[in-house]
T-cell receptor, first 112, second 115 residues
Framework: GENVEQHPSTLSVQEGDSAVIKCTYS??????FPWYKQELGKGPQLIID?????GEKKDQRIAVTLNKTAKHFSLHITETQPEDSAVYFC???????????FGQGTRLTINP | NAGVMQNPRHLVRRRGQEARLRCSPM?????VYWYRQLPEEGLKFMVY????????ESGMPKERFSAEFPKEGPSILRIQQVVRGDSAAYFC?????????????FGSGTRLTVV
């Protein structure tokens, strides 16, 4: 089955700097890759996603890149702000397969 | 338009008791998914249900765990004879269509503590 590895497990950056979180997946049939943000005591919230027919997607300060050949995808957050502090999860799925396989999570801390 | 509602938010059970976790999907969503999150880990898929049907339970432990999504009312995740290892956050998600490829909305979770 699918296996998703996420790095780093913790990341600390200065406010205003960029943060990058990387994930690799094992199943070449996976074609949908969402990123979730989880704040303390809350459920995961979808922040951006990408499908395998595109290599990059951007939404304001957040972007995701996908390399299908290498089977890895990354989350990029620019101009980080204190409210970006949270745990971020990547995930992978095959459309129609009904379930997401999550990475282990990255705890991002933005230092003022 | 309320989101996915889970209750209770926190649940404490003694070893050997039963835990019942409830999930009301978003209005118009007929597909429900349950995930478990152990401390400092990612979410693990447990079960996918549509109204009155279990579609995929490949992530459910073989014993003590069951799930249902009746025609009327919320989806229920039931854990019988709880053990300390069941302590975790349990999240429910719903979607309007049956696909893992988008459309998921998660609830805020139920945090189960077994003492």
């Amino acid at each position: 089955g699918e296996n998703v590895e996420q790095h780093p497990s913790t990341l600390s950056v200065q406010e205003g700097d960029s943060a990058v979180i990387k994930c690799t997946y094992s199943d070449s049939a996976s074609n949908y890759f969402p990123w979730y943000k989880q704040e303390l005591g809350k459920g995961p919230q979808l922040i951006i996603d990408i499908r395998s027919n595109v290599g990059e997607k951007k939404d304001q300060r957040i972007a995701v890149t996908l390399n299908k050949t290498a089977k890895h995808f990354s989350l990029h957050i620019t101009e980080t702000q204190p409210e970006d502090s949270a745990v971020y999860f990547c995930a992978a799925s095959i459309e129609g397969a009904q379930k997401l396989v999550f990475g282990q999570g990255t705890r991002l801390t933005i230092n003022p | 338009n309320a989101g996915v509602m889970q209750n209770p938010r926190h649940l404490v059970r003694r070893r050997g008791q039963e835990a019942r976790l409830r999930c009301s999907p978003m209005k118009g969503h007929s597909h429900v998914y349950w995930y478990r999150q152990l401390p400092e880990e990612g979410l693990k898929f447990m079960v996918y249900l549509q109204k009155e049907n279990i579609i995929d339970e490949s992530g459910m432990p073989k014993e003590r765990f069951s799930a249902e999504f009746p025609k009327e009312g919320p989806s229920i995740l039931r854990i019988q004879q709880v053990v300390r290892g069941d302590s975790a956050a349990y999240f429910c998600a719903s979607s309007p269509t049956g696909t893992g490829g988008g459309g998921y909305t998660f609830g805020s979770g139920t945090r189960l503590t077994v003492v």
